[in-house]
């Protein structure tokens, strides 16, 4: 197994690096110069407390509801990968990396509608950004804000705010998602998101059985919604401490792997 990772690793390590331009943020009234500065200086702080630099140059494996996920990363470079075996005994094989996203059946592969193309690269782009965060939180495309310091179950938390920008940001550019950093540990304890796709909604997660798996940082997490629609994305953490969400299910990761290369991006 572990020759596997090295050899994907090695792979993608020969590519050249990712030159694309960085996207060009708006700044907005309540993303402030001093409040982006404050948040950038709490999530550089958690980033390095799960893994740092060894989320560049790693090669992850994990499994999620009975499929199969593996990422391989190396200074901007990415590969991300779901295996899923259907009910008839088809292995389906979808894709995503810096060229584009494929989906093979039984190794061929498919061609596919953009409509397709796009779901199915957000399906897999989203568990594994669950999956391994805090990495990706200083990316160009993230735009974050410093909120508030508050306490959550005797706990006392940095409230930061991020979106996206339209440029980089993917599809969903226009979610909104809450981190709550734990000031002592340097660690997102709780997470909060909306979402638009399917009907739109909201999601309060509280992580759970920390870990660490080579120098990388996991976490599953217990998955709330709100009982009421009426509530905020920015007070879902309120709503959990008045008993106004109900936990509708638990994001748990299974067999984790991780292979980090020696070498460091420079």
């Known amino acids: 197994m572990k020759q596997i990772y090295i050899f994907l690793l090695l792979t993608v390590m020969l590519s050249c690096k990712n030159e694309s331009k960085e996207p060009t943020v708006e700044v907005k009234d309540d993303f402030t110069e001093e409040k982006v500065a404050k948040a950038q200086e709490v999530l550089s702080k958690v980033i390095e407390r799960a893994g740092g630099e060894?989320?560049?140059?790693?090669?992850?494996?994990?499994?999620?509801r009975g499929n199969k996920y593996s990422s391989v990363r190396n200074c901007g470079m990415y590969e991300l990968q779901k295996v899923q075996v259907t009910e008839d005994g088809d292995t389906i094989k979808d894709v995503l990396s810096n060229m584009g996203f494929e989906r093979f059946v039984n190794r061929e592969k498919l061609n596919l509608p953009d409509s397709l193309v796009a779901k199915y690269s957000n399906a897999v782009n989203s568990v594994h950004y669950f999956a391994q965060l805090p990495f990706g939180l200083n990316d160009p495309a993230v735009k974050k804000t410093y909120l508030d310091t508050l306490s959550l179950e005797q706990n006392k938390y940095h409230k930061i705010k991020v979106q996206f920008a339209e440029e980089g940001g993917g599809d969903d550019h226009d979610d909104v998602y809450m981190y709550w950093v734990n000031m002592v540990k340097n660690t997102i304890d709780y997470l909060a998101y909306s979402?638009?796709?399917?009907?739109g909604g909201m999601r309060f997660r509280?992580?759970?059985?920390?870990?660490?798996?080579?120098?990388?940082?996991?976490?599953?997490?217990?998955?709330?919604?709100?009982?009421?629609?009426?509530?905020?994305?920015?007070?879902?953490?309120?709503?959990?401490?008045?008993?106004?969400?109900?936990?509708?299910?638990e994001i748990i990761n299974e067999d984790i792997k991780v292979v980090v290369g020696k070498d460091k991006c420079n």
Not at 216 to 238: G, Q, S, T
């Open 54 to 64: 060894k989320y560049q140059t790693s090669a992850i494996e994990f499994r999620f």
């Open 195 to 199: 979402f638009e796709v399917n009907g």
């Open 206 to 249: 509280k992580a759970i059985n920390p870990k660490k798996v080579n120098g990388i940082r996991f976490a599953d997490y217990e998955n709330y919604a709100p009982k009421e629609d009426n509530i905020n994305v920015e007070d879902l953490d309120k709503a959990f401490m008045n008993d106004q969400l109900k936990k509708v299910s």
